[in-house]
Structure formats: structure tokens, C-alpha cells
């Protein structure tokens, strides 16, 4: 297996790629155990290894039940997190999109948002589903802007339901239907 697969989805700024076994080398391992790269996510909890990046990344690329894809910058080519459609379910037409921006230097400039548009036309215009919807923590107000920038609409919220850090976070939930998303896209 070649260790440089190609693009899949391309943007403005970034382009996704299946992540690549050398992802394990560089910063990737590190983001899961930085307490700012975990602050508003379930990560952080246990230790993450070089070892386990390898053993995600491994069955990551054998899965058919998401599409988990690297995003590299494209000014600088470097990996600054993984985006995905997890969860496919066949029947439903439905998946959880999941972002994680790793390099902290990439916050608010796009990267998050341009993946997450990239995956949801994917998910709608190539895997045919009919709704895609992502939760995160009420304290995520990155995450959540991304959400309504995509158009996705607040379905609820589930109190009280993540601890992080000493408390109880309520999670909030989106959703978009692929006849939101058509017109949205006119």
C-alpha cells in the first residue's frame, strides 16, 4: 500500500485525504491528549498513543460504515485534523458528521467549516443519504457556529449529558436534510 493516497475532496483552502499510516508520526497523536484541542470534545479522557493513531488510522481505512478522511492545508500540506461521516446507516440514509481541528493555529480561519461542507456534499450528493446531523457540547461555540454556517438546524439538547473538566455539559443536537441542503445549494 502506498503511504501517499490522493486527494478526495478538494476546497478553496484545504483537501481531504484517507488518512496515511505516517499520520501517526506527526502531530496527529499529540492533539488527543492537548487539554485546548480537547476542551469541547469527548477526547482527552485516556492517554493517546503513536500506537493508537496507527491502530485507529488501520481500521479507519477498513470500515464501511464511515468515511474518515484526513484534512491537510493546502498552502503548507500539513495535516491539521480529520473530518468524517460516521455511522452510515444504510437504511435510514443517515450519518453524524465529526470534526476534530487538531492545529490550533488553524482555528477560525475556514479550515472546519470548508471540510465540514465538503463531507455533507459527499454525504448527500455521493452516498445519496438523506440526513446528515453532528452533536457537541453547548460549550463548543466553534462547533456550533460551523453548524448553523451549514445550515444545519438545532434539534435539541440533551441536558446534562457529557461531563468534561468537574461538570455536566448539556450536548447539543443538529440536523440537515439533503431537500435543506439542494436549496441551500441553488
Known sequence: MSDSPPTFLEGRTVRLRPLRESDAEGPYPTW???MEVTAHNSH???PYTTAAARAFITSATAREDCVI???EDKASDRHIGNV???SIHPIYRSAELAILVGDVGS???GA???SCRLMIE???LRLNLHRIHCGTFATNTGMIRIAHKL???EEGRRREAAYKNGAYLDVVEFGLLRSEFIVQSK
Open 44 to 46: 482527552g479522557v485516556r
Open 122 to 124: 459527499h454525504g448527500f
Open 84 to 86: 468524517s461521516l460516521q
Open 151 to 153: 445550515g444545519m438546524k
Open 107 to 109: 482555528y477560525g480561519k
Open 112 to 114: 472546519g467549516t470548508e
Open 32 to 34: 488527543l491528549n492537548s
Open 69 to 71: 478522511l484526513a484534512i
